[in-house]
């Protein structure tokens, strides 16, 4: 399966983005779904995942409450609305799909992600 993701850009802090993430290949109705991220030095850092059905998400701690992962399986897509940007939000965005979850499991490390993204650019200005 290839994931495409989408919708990064330069925002100033406060601002929203919407990152979408298009699968081709495989269909995504039977993985678990996962955003991170990774900044300039840093490890590549878990933002959100969603479970196959989803209807139970989980987030990083410095993010809950101001982003919302959410699927469309008849789109075969997986979105990341980000409100309430920091500066230090700043990253390069990656979506990732494990094909091997279980129904209801939500996946936290990135060594349970089967497929991944090119990865999209965000820049929150101060």
């Known amino acids: 399966v290839q994931l495409q993701a989408s919708g990064g850009g330069l925002v100033q802090a406060g601002g929203s983005l919407r990152l979408s993430c298009a699968a081709s290949g495989r269909t995504l109705s039977r993985s678990a779904l996962g955003w991170f991220r990774q900044a300039p030095g840093n490890e590549r850092e878990f933002v959100a995942t969603?479970?196959?059905?989803?209807?139970?998400?989980r987030y990083g701690d410095s993010v809950k409450g101001r982003f919302t992962v959410s699927r469309d399986s008849a789109k075969n897509t997986v979105d990341l609305q980000m409100n309430s940007l920091k500066p230090e939000d700043t990253a390069l965005y990656y979506c990732?799909?494990?094909?091997?979850?279980?129904?209801?499991?939500?996946?936290?490390?990135?060594?349970?992600?089967?497929?991944w993204g090119q990865g999209t650019q965000v820049t929150v200005s101060s």
């Open positions: 969603i479970s196959r059905s989803g209807f139970l998400t």
């Open positions: 990732a799909a494990n094909p091997n979850a279980i129904h209801s499991g939500l996946y936290y490390d990135r060594g349970s992600y089967a497929y």
